[in-house]
């Protein structure tokens, strides 16, 4: 059964950084695509940033240059380096887990069709002006 936690999200004041962490367990971590998406309120769910089994990268715009993300196969663990935090960054941050397909079609589809993937709980992004 596929679990992810999330951690490291915090409030942090604007041009600050923080690192999201991943721990997967329960599947075959470096088959599966792996990607961050957050929602905040009020908003539709959104693409960050996913790393696919072949370490290929997609990235949001707003986010291209200030987010990092990467995962290490050995530590079944994804991570997300956030750096020059916006207000505009505040959000819930979820990692998911998918298989079957390649990375463009879960960042095109997991928002608005979420059982395409596993979930984790989420963790808490508040940056302050």
Do not use: H
Request: glycine share 12%.
């Amino acid at each position: 059964q596929v679990q992810l936690v999330e951690s490291g999200g915090g409030s942090v004041q604007a041009g600050g950084s923080l690192r999201l962490s991943c721990a997967a367990s329960g599947f075959a971590y470096s088959n599966y695509y792996m990607g961050w998406f957050r929602q905040a309120p009020g908003k539709e769910r959104e693409g960050v940033a996913s790393i696919d089994r072949d370490g290929s990268t997609i990235y949001a715009e707003p986010v291209k240059g200030r987010f990092t993300i990467s995962r290490d196969n050995a530590k079944n663990t994804l991570y997300l380096q956030m750096n020059s935090l916006k207000p505009e960054d505040t959000a819930m941050y979820y990692c998911v887990a998918a298989r079957g397909a390649w990375g463009t079609y879960f960042w095109r589809n997991l928002p608005s069709r979420p059982q395409l993937g596993s979930w984790g709980q989420g963790t808490q992004v508040t940056v302050s002006s």
